[in-house]
C-alpha cells in the first residue's frame, strides 16, 4: 500500500496564481519531509525539507508540517512557467536513510 | 553540489539478457540508493547502502541485485531481465539519513 499520499495529481495555475501541493503519510515511524521538484527530462533536486511542527519559508516557497496528522503541504506564491514540474514529497526514518516517496503532483503553470 | 553520475545512460536488453548499471559519487557519502521511476509512480527503492560492503534491501528489489564495492561505487544488477523492468533508474547518495539525497542523471533501460 502506498504510504506517501499526494494530492492532487495534477494542478494548473495561472502565472502569478498560488499553487498548493498537499501530502500525507501513513507511517507513524517518519520524521523527516522532503519536497523534491523534478523537471522534465531531468532527475529530482530537493527543493525543501521541514522535521519540526509549524511553517518554513524559503523565497517564494512555503512548506507546513502537522506531525500528528503526518500532513505537509507545499505552496509556491507568484507561480512562474519555470515552476512547471513534477513535485514529489517523500518522507524519511532519519534511522534507517530511508525515503518513500509519493506519486507527485504535475505541476503546470499557464502565461 | 554532489557529483553523482551514472553509466550507462541508455540501455537497452533483451529479455533474459545480464544488464548491470553503474552509479558513482565523489563526495565520499556513506549512503547510496537506486531507485526506478515509472510513468505514474514516484520513486521506488530498489536497494540501498551504508557503506562498501553493505546491502539494505528496498521496496521493490525483486530480480535485482546490488552491491556497493567501494564507498563511491554502487552496482545494479538484472541478470534475467524482463519487460518490467524497463524502467528510469536513478542512483542518489547521501552522507547520512537526515541529509538532502542527490541524484544522478539517470539511465534509461528498455528490455524488449
Known amino acids: 500500500q502506498q504510504k506517501v499520499q499526494q494530492s492532487p495529481e495534477s494542478l494548473i495555475v495561472p502565472e502569478g496564481g498560488m499553487a498548493s501541493l498537499n501530502c500525507t503519510s501513513s507511517d507513524r515511524n517518519v520524521d523527516y519531509f522532503w519536497w523534491y521538484r523534478q523537471h522534465s527530462g531531468k532527475s529530482p533536486k530537493m527543493l525543501m525539507?521541514?522535521?519540526?511542527?509549524g511553517e518554513k519559508e524559503e523565497g517564494r516557497f512555503t512548506v507546513h508540517l502537522n506531525k500528528a496528522s503526518l500532513h505537509t503541504s507545499l505552496h509556491i506564491r507568484d507561480s512562474q512557467p519555470s515552476d512547471s514540474a513534477l513535485y514529489l514529497c517523500?518522507?524519511?526514518?532519519?534511522?534507517?536513510?530511508?525515503?518513500?516517496f509519493g506519486d507527485g503532483t504535475v505541476l503546470t503553470v499557464k502565461p | 553540489e554532489a557529483a553523482v553520475t551514472q553509466s550507462p545512460r541508455n540501455k537497452v536488453t533483451v529479455t533474459g539478457g545480464n544488464v548491470t548499471l553503474s552509479c558513482r559519487q565523489t563526495n565520499s557519502h556513506n549512503y547510496m540508493y537506486w531507485y526506478r521511476q515509472d510513468t505514474g509512480h514516484g520513486l521506488r527503492l530498489i536497494h540501498y547502502s551504508y557503506g562498501a560492503g553493505n546491502l539494505q534491501i528496498g521496496d521493490v528489489p525483486d530480480g535485482y541485485k546490488a552491491t556497493r564495492t567501494t564507498q563511491e561505487d554502487f552496482f545494479l544488477l538484472l541478470e534475467l531481465a524482463s519487460p518490467s523492468q524497463t524502467s528510469l533508474y536513478f542512483c542518489?547518495?547521501?552522507?547520512?539519513?537526515?541529509?538532502?539525497?542527490?541524484f544522478g542523471p539517470g539511465t534509461r533501460l528498455l528490455v524488449l
Open positions: 517523500a518522507a524519511s526514518n532519519t534511522n534507517t536513510g530511508k525515503l518513500t
Open positions: 525539507s521541514i522535521f519540526s511542527n
Open positions: 542518489a547518495s547521501n552522507n547520512r539519513g537526515q541529509d538532502t539525497q542527490y
